[in-house]
């Protein structure tokens, strides 16, 4: 059965422990950071970074300062893009059992810049030493020995849930009504379209820029035509849930 995420950023403090475990899981090397004037480093995605804590600072006009934590990573698109736009027919696969999205060593055959620009969440990176193109496979080897994908299982504040589609789907939308009574604004992230669900309290420009799969970052779709048509028993559990 297909797995999911669920990121609940209003549980998330930006400890960074999932970024960290990530990096620590899958061995990566170190990467030379600075202090740049925010709490998030490094500063973006990277081959040796697939998983990174967003932070954004906004003043409201009364004053108030208001944090937002974003902890980015490949959303693995029920019907990746990504995919369709490779050369290759097994340069990037999905695995049927978890609906990951996997690159292989041959995506150092693909063009990057293809493959990026494909990807309306901006998450690929290219690996300088390998050429291979890189991003989150879901801890694809930790789920296939029934273990939790790292991210979750290194979150200590319980942000990040991970199971079957249809339980996480349910999950999220028992959260979104607790949230909302509080955050008029709260909202689950294209979840339609996506496994990693991310459940925000405000606009989710606010964020990341990246954060939903905007007309802006693809060209000649909006994101309403990418997701007409597609199943959403989330809104039907959800307002079951409010009625």
Known sequence: MPKAILIDTT?????????????????????????????????????????????????????????????????HCLDAPCKSGASLPDSIIQDKETGAVIYTEKTAKEDFATIKSSCPYDIPRLDPKTKRIVKCDMCIDRVRANLLPMC??????????????????????????????DNPKAQLCDMESVSVIYLVADAPNMYHKFAVAEAANTPGMTRKEMLAGAFSPLRKIAQSLQG
């Open 152 to 181: 979750v299982k290194s979150c200590a504040m319980g942000a990040m849930s991970f199971g079957e589609r249809a339980d996480m789907l349910k999950l999220a939308a028992q959260r979104l009504v607790a949230v909302q009574k």
């Open 11 to 75: 549980r998330c403090t930006a400890c960074r422990g999932c970024q960290v475990g990530c990096k620590e899981w899958k061995n990566f090397p170190p990467v030379a950071t600075k202090q740049r004037g925010t709490h998030q480093n490094p500063p973006d995605l990277g081959p040796y970074n697939v998983k990174l804590v967003r932070f954004s600072e906004h003043m409201e006009a009364d004053g108030t300062v208001k944090w937002y934590f974003f902890p980015d990573a490949c959303r």
